[in-house]
T-cell receptor, first 112, second 115 residues
Framework: QKEVEQNSGPLSVPEGAIASLNCTYS??????FFWYRQYSGKSPELIMS????GDKEDGRFTAQLNKASQYVSLLIRDSQPSDSATYLC????????????FGTGTRLQVTL | GAGVSQTPSNKVTEKGKYVELRCDPI?????LYWYRQSLGQGPEFLIY????????DSGLPNDRFFAVRPEGSVSTLKIQRTERGDSAVYLC?????????????FGSGTRLTVV
């Protein structure tokens, strides 16, 4: 079992819809969780961080964390074609406070 | 500088050669990280520095890989006797201090191709 798992996609949503990206992690002691966006040929860009159970909203983005289910999600409201990218989930596993373990990423396609 | 700077942006080298990849972190950031990303994969941790010292080098795949940060700022990742399997994008990131609470700011990466 991978430490951080994501469906590789592609996830296709129409413009204006809500995109829901999901991530599970195996280490129950993981503390910090991050979502990065990566455009093709570019480096990852941090878009959200979450540390506590519940929801965290920033503009069109909402991160959700459920530590009991070991599940992190990212919702993108009013999806735009410019949101088309690969979204990487990352976690700080227990005992590794200063490094992140990344999933393989989910490719999102927002269609016109 | 304004962001994390990595040079060169692209490097093509022959199998068996030695390469150096450079990273200049955001000014004032004490923590510096090296990751490697292969096609279709997420970034994979290699090593991180707090100041001048390597605090965790557990991700270095073997002894052909070595990294330094002699003055606590610029870092160089060195790969000896390169192999085709070393081909990947090498990403450098920095943060104000250790601990992942701040997340990382990545540089634009160095694409290494070993032929």
């Amino acid at each position: 079992q991978k430490e951080v798992e994501q469906n590789s996609g592609p996830l296709s949503v129409p413009e204006g819809a809500i995109a829901s990206l999901n991530c599970t992690y195996s280490d129950r002691g993981s503390q910090s969780f991050f979502w990065y966006r990566q455009y093709s040929g570019k480096s990852p860009e941090l878009i959200m961080s979450i540390y506590s159970n519940g929801d965290k909203e920033d503009g069109r983005f909402t991160a959700q964390l459920n530590k009991a289910s070991q599940y992190v999600s990212l919702l993108i409201r009013d999806s735009q074609p410019s949101d088309s990218a690969t979204y990487l989930c990352a976690a700080s596993l227990s005992g590794t406070a200063s490094k992140l373990t990344f999933g393989t990423g989910t490719r999102l396609q927002v269609t016109l | 500088g304004a962001g994390v700077s990595q040079t060169p942006s692209n490097k093509v080298t022959e199998k068996g050669k030695y390469v150096e990849l450079r990273c200049d972190p955001i000014s004032g950031h004490t923590a510096l990280y090296w990751y490697r990303q292969s096609l279709g994969q997420g970034p994979e941790f290699l090593i991180y520095f707090q100041g001048t010292g390597a605090a965790d080098d557990s991700g270095l795949p073997n002894d052909r890989f070595f990294a330094v940060r002699p003055e606590g700022s610029v870092s160089t990742l060195k790969i000896q006797r390169t192999e085709r399997g070393d081909s990947a994008v090498y990403l450098c990131a920095s943060s104000p201090q250790t601990g992942t609470a701040y997340g990382y700011t990545f540089g634009s990466g160095t694409r290494l191709t070993v032929v």
